[in-house]
């Protein structure tokens, strides 16, 4: 009696793994179907995006409009603006940095080397 209790306990035990290896490979094969998908629609989207950047390449390329006076001015305008005003300032910043700096150091230097040897 206790060796066929035992073998029914056996008996159910390989079932109940037999029934998780079966839902274990369902899963695996869920998880590849489902890649699979994802991969396919990962290239259908690098397709679709490759195909909309060169249509609009090429929609720019055949645009032979030039630049417009407009755009031309802008630019001038904007060379004369950074040559008179914002480089001179910038120079000015500078020398006030710089002389700052200077004095800060000479500051530090004295307090640190001239002070530490006495």
Do not use: Y
Request: glycine fraction near 6%; proline fraction near 1%.
């Amino acid at each position: 009696m206790k060796k066929r209790k035992h073998l029914l306990f056996i008996n159910s035990t390989i079932f109940f793994i037999n029934k998780a290896i079966v839902k274990f490979n369902n899963a695996i094969f869920r998880f590849k179907t489902a890649t699979a998908e994802l991969k396919d629609n990962l290239s259908n989207f690098k397709v679709n995006l490759l195909r909309q950047v060169l249509r609009q390449g090429c929609t720019l390329m055949q645009n032979r409009n030039g630049f417009g006076m407009n755009e031309v001015l802008g630019i001038a305008l904007a060379i004369i603006v950074a040559a008179f005003v914002i480089i001179p300032g910038l120079q000015e910043f500078a020398e006030d940095v710089i002389s700052r700096l200077v004095t800060w150091w000479a500051s530090t230097a004295t307090k640190v080397f001239v002070n530490g040897n006495n």
